[in-house]
């Protein structure tokens, strides 16, 4: 059974930079995507950013380019979220999420982690 697993989230001040990062177990990953979204209060999930887990070929949002950057490490399973310059609407509940197939369809979704950006 896949497991994802975010950490990094919490409370920084606008311009300010964290990292997170999505733990994945169960099964060898080498091959789909691993997507970030996230959900604003009172907002439907929107995509953040995706890799491939082969070959590492990445996709931003319009809104994160140029200030946030994803990353791999397939020896630990684990994809990365550096979010720098981050900004007030950035605030929301991340998640990682995980489309084996590359197919448009996420079977696999983290708990989520809060990221809060104060003024």
């Known amino acids: 059974q896949v497991q994802l697993v975010e950490s990094g989230g919490g409370l920084v001040q606008a311009g300010g930079s964290l990292r997170l990062s999505c733990a994945a177990s169960g099964r060898t990953f080498s091959s789909g995507d691993m997507d970030w979204f996230r959900q604003a209060p009172g907002k439907e999930r929107e995509f953040v950013a995706r890799?491939?887990?082969?070959?590492?070929?990445?996709a931003y949002a319009d809104s994160v380019k140029g200030r946030f950057t994803i990353s791999r490490d397939n020896a630990k399973s684990t994809v990365y979220l550096q979010m720098n310059s981050l900004r007030r609407e950035d605030t929301a509940v991340y998640y990682c999420a995980y489309d084996a197939a590359r197919s448009g369809r996420y079977l696999y979704w983290g708990q989520g982690t809060q990221v809060t950006v104060s003024a």
């Open positions: 890799i491939t887990w082969s070959g590492g070929a990445t």
